[in-house]
Every structure is written in structure tokens, then in C-alpha cells.
T-cell receptor
Framework: QKEVEQNSGPLSVPEGAIASLNCTYS??????FFWYRQYSGKSPELIMS????GDKEDGRFTAQLNKASQYVSLLIRDSQPSDSATYLC???????????FGTGTRLQVTL | ETGVTQTPRHLVMGMTNKKSLKCEQH?????MYWYKQSAKKPLELMFV???????ENNSVPSRFSPECPNSSHLFLHLHTLQPEDSALYLC?????????????FGPGTRLTVT
């Protein structure tokens, strides 16, 4: 069973702090990895994608991938209340962009 | 219209009704997907269409019937549903063969089966 594991949270961080969201996956042949943000009652929005080991930065977001440890993370710098949402980790485990999703981590940014 | 659109946004239907969900993508993509999202569960992939051909059917009950007339449109026909089918149904699209195959979602249809 190919799995993607996330801590459901809620993860609570103060405004301005760094939020660190983690995801582990079971299938070693996984090739590409995605982070989606989902606000309550809305659909998932793609915010980051990564396929090679190391860090990838986009604005306040940094995705980190370690294939040896089967671990991918998302860092959000200078967290804002508008970042409060559920963050879904998705892993491409096969062909035709078949994604396996985690259950998501709920992030709360407090004032 | 831009991105991925879905209609209707909300649907309430009885167990004996027949209804259809519609999805349209304006991104020039060649693959489309149906997902089901229930509370406390991960997104569940239901169907995949690649160049209008169905390439994936994740053991979905026959009361859900997909249709993909072209690479821009996708339908999900519903009949004799059960209350446990109440969920958010999401359509997504991607461009296969280029990049990482990022999927982009529509706003979803919130389905309630009574």
C-alpha cells in the first residue's frame, strides 16, 4: 500500500514565525512531490512542486526533499493569518501523474 | 473563463435521482481527473482520462459513470447514489509529458445525497 503520511495537527504558530510542515512517503520510486493549500470549503491550490533532493524556494515558501529518508517538508517563513489552512502533501508514485495524497496538516497562525 | 471550472457548485439529490457533474478545463491540458474528498480522509482518485481515454478506474462503484467527450470536458454521471457518497467532488487537469505533471483543481461540487 503506497502511503503518504502527515500529522493532522492543528499546528499552531504565532504570526511572523516559521511554520514547518512534514510529510513522509512509503514508495521509494516516487518521483515528484507537491504541496497544496486548501482553505476551508475550497479546493486544493498548488503552491509548490519539487523533484530533486535539496531545497526549492518560492517567496515565503521553501520545499525540502530528502529521497533517502523519504521525507518532504514545507517551510513557511513570516507566517501570516492568511496562511491558516490545511496543507496537503501529494506524491507522484507512478505514471500519468497519479498522485497519492496525505490527509493534510491543519495550520493555524495566531495573532 | 480561466483555469478549471465545475458545475454545479452544490447539489442535493435523492437516492433515486440521476444527475451529472460537469468539468471544463481552459488550460490546454491533455489529462483530466475526478477525485472524491470526504471528511477526515485523503483525496481519493476516482478516474483518470489521458487524451480522452480512460486510463484509471480505482474500483469505483458503477453508480458513478464518467464521460470524456474531448480533452477539455469531463462529466461524472450519478445514479442511485447512497448517503455515504455525500462528499466534495473535485475535477483536476494536468499536462502529461511536460514538467512534473502538476495537477490543477476546479472549485468542486459539494454533493449531498438524501
Amino acid at each position: 500500500q503506497k502511503e503518504v503520511e502527515q500529522n493532522s495537527g492543528p499546528l499552531s504558530v504565532p504570526e511572523g514565525a516559521i511554520a514547518s510542515l512534514n510529510c513522509t512517503y512509503s514508495d521509494r520510486v516516487s518521483q515528484s512531490f507537491f504541496w497544496y493549500r486548501q482553505y476551508s470549503g475550497k479546493s486544493p491550490e498548488l503552491i509548490m512542486s519539487i523533484y530533486s533532493n535539496g531545497d526549492k524556494e518560492d517567496g515565503r515558501f521553501t520545499a525540502q526533499l530528502n529521497k533517502a529518508s523519504q521525507y518532504v517538508s514545507l517551510l513557511i517563513r513570516d507566517s501570516q493569518p492568511s496562511d491558516s489552512a490545511t496543507y496537503l502533501c501529494a506524491v507522484n508514485t507512478g505514471t500519468a501523474s497519479k498522485l497519492t495524497f496525505g490527509t493534510g496538516t491543519r495550520l493555524q497562525v495566531t495573532l | 473563463e480561466t483555469g478549471v471550472t465545475q458545475t454545479p457548485r452544490h447539489l442535493v439529490m435523492g437516492m433515486t435521482n440521476k444527475k451529472s457533474l460537469k468539468c471544463e478545463q481552459h488550460l490546454g491540458h491533455n489529462a483530466m481527473y475526478w477525485y472524491k474528498q470526504s471528511a477526515k480522509k485523503p483525496l481519493e482518485l476516482m478516474f483518470v482520462y489521458n487524451f480522452k481515454e480512460q486510463t484509471e478506474n480505482n474500483s469505483v462503484p458503477s453508480r458513478f459513470s464518467p464521460e470524456c467527450p474531448n480533452s477539455s470536458h469531463l462529466f461524472l454521471h450519478l445514479h442511485t447514489l447512497q448517503p455515504e457518497d455525500s462528499a466534495l467532488y473535485l475535477c483536476a487537469s494536468s499536462q502529461e509529458g511536460l514538467g512534473l505533471g502538476e495537477q490543477y483543481f476546479g472549485p468542486g461540487t459539494r454533493l449531498t445525497v438524501t
